[in-house]
C-alpha cells in the first residue's frame, strides 16, 4: 500500500513561488509515473505535471516554463516548483502514482494511489 502526503500549499501574490512535496511511504514499484494534478472548484481535475520512474517529464500547456517536477528517490519524495504563479493556478493540488509505462498526464482516472490535497491559493 503506498500513502502520498502533499506538503507546501499556502497563499502568496502573483509572481511568486511555491514548492509543493509529496512524501511517499511504501514501495512504488517502476515502472510508474507519477503526477502532480489540480482541480479548481467547478472545474475537472487537470494534469499539470508527470514524471516517470526513469525521469521523463510531461508538463500541461498552461505550466510549461513556469513548473518543475523532481523527484528525490532517497527520500522517496516528489517536488513540485511553482514559478511566475498567476490566479488562473489556484487550486487544490493532488500528488498521485500509478504503475505505468509513459506519461500519465491526460489519465487522472487511471491513477491508482491519491493525496488529501494541498490547497494554493494567488491573490492577483
Known amino acids: 500500500q503506498v500513502q502520498l502526503v502533499e506538503s507546501g500549499g499556502g497563499s502568496v501574490q502573483a509572481g511568486g513561488s511555491l514548492r509543493l512535496s509529496c512524501a511517499a511511504s511504501g514501495y512504488i514499484y517502476s515502472p510508474y509515473c507519477m503526477g502532480w494534478f489540480r482541480q479548481a472548484p467547478g472545474k475537472e481535475r487537470e494534469g499539470v505535471a508527470t514524471?516517470?520512474?526513469?525521469?521523463?517529464?510531461t508538463y500541461g500547456d498552461s505550466v510549461k516554463g513556469r513548473f518543475t517536477i523532481s523527484k528525490d528517490n532517497a527520500k522517496n519524495t516528489f517536488y513540485l516548483q511553482m514559478n511566475s504563479l498567476n490566479p488562473e493556478d489556484s487550486a487544490m493540488y493532488y500528488c498521485a502514482v500509478r504503475s505505468y509505462v509513459g506519461s500519465c498526464i491526460d489519465n487522472y482516472r487511471g491513477m491508482r494511489y491519491w493525496g488529501k490535497g494541498t490547497l494554493v491559493t494567488i491573490s492577483s
Open positions: 514524471i516517470t520512474s526513469s525521469g521523463i517529464t
